[in-house]
């Protein structure tokens, strides 16, 4: 496929974000794609708004896996693209649009110039939310599939343009949703002492909820708490009876990640005593971390130096989340970041990534399946 094929299918895949679990549209769109491709190496099986693609290797002794997820964000864009999302308070603020384009890339290629191997191409719903690696994994298609290796990238917008970011061992965070609702008694603008109002305990557990990081994670460890998200209280004149307080938890280790647990809980019994509410904790979806198997990620390292022109950097784990982490639970492989270049950066309602960087990661991940897959 040309740039200029690639570049058109990163637009229409842009112009049409979905949420988790929603991407129907996306999913036609891969799917149309997909049966445009000579058929006679390909199995293609439907999974919820997902996809998985086999594409028969000439001499096979293993499969070869290669993940792109294709969820959007609820952000209502900005960046002025006279190829918007035409979905309203939607946008691709991931790069997901990018990574899908990436592996239809990949795939045609592969289809086109067959290696040895097997290449399985996982089209995953829901990375943002609810989260469909884990599911996808444990699917009969799967059971059916499992690749002996898998690989995924994500663009990184503070990276220069077709450069490669990766590292050894620990990738990405563990992370967790976090949902706090409050229930107390609402009541009268002018009659507080007859209520307990919630925007004043959100707001108070909002700022305890800092101390957490601060005063209970050794310095020397990582986490992150952030509320993304308060709502609560219905007009500006009564007090308020609930409130809601939605965020992520990130941290090195799921060790770490049980005592931040266990500390907010403590916080969050506090409020309920101090203020007089009923409390509840939802953790929605958790993220096993991405952790790259050493070997499988130096041998891509070594590749990257020795064998492509292409800039690598040994980069820092970084605090972001990635169900893809299950994948690697089971399947050797790696993640790595793709340098895009963007003044704004992920989850940015100005997100533009350098398309510049399809090309230089369309030809990277097909030179190394060509070298892992071909005797
Ligand atoms: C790469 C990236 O941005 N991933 C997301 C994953 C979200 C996980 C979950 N919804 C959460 O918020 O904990 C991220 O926010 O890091």
Known sequence: MNTEQLIRIRRELHQIPELGFQETKTQRYLLNYIHSLPSERLEIKEWRTGIFVKVLGNNPTQTIGYRTDIDGLPITEETGYDFQSVHDGMMHACGHDVHM?????????????PIDDHVLFLFQPAEEGPG?????????????????????????????????????????????????????????????HQANDMV??????????????????????????????ITGGTVQNIIAEKARLEGTIRTLS????????????????????????????????????????EMETRAFMNFVEDETDVELIECKEAMTGEDFG????????????????????????????????????????????RKKGTR
């Open 101 to 113: 384009t990436i592996a239809l890339g990949v795939l045609t290629h592969v289809v086109e110039n």
């Open 254 to 293: 799921p060790e770490s990640m049980k005592r931040v647990k266990e500390r907010i809980e403590a916080l969050v019994k506090g409020v309920e005593v101090g203020y007089h509410c009923q409390t509840e904790i939802d953790y929605g979806a958790m993220y096993h971390q991405v952790y790259n198997h």
């Open 326 to 369: 299950y994948l690697l639970k089971d399947i050797p492989g790696f993640m790595f970041w793709l340098g895009v270049q963007s003044e704004y950066g992920l989850h940015h309602s100005k997100l533009k990534p350098n398309e510049k960087a399809i090309d230089v990661a369309v030809s990277l991940v097909t030179q190394y399946m």
């Open 200 to 229: 004043v305990a959100a707001c108070s557990l909002v700022s305890q909820l800092q101390s957490v990081v601060a005063r209970n994670v050794d310095p020397l460890d990582s986490a992150v708490i952030t509320i993304g998200k």
């Open 132 to 192: 469909g690696a884990q599911p996808m994994l444990e699917s009969d298609v799967m059971k059916e599939w499992m690749p002996d290796f898998i690989m995924a990238l994500h663009v990184a917008p503070e990276y220069p343009v077709g450069a490669i970011a990766t590292k050894e061992g620990l990738l990405f965070a563990n992370t967790s949703e976090l949902y706090i609702d409050l229930k107390g008694k609402g009541g009268h603008a002018a009659y507080p």
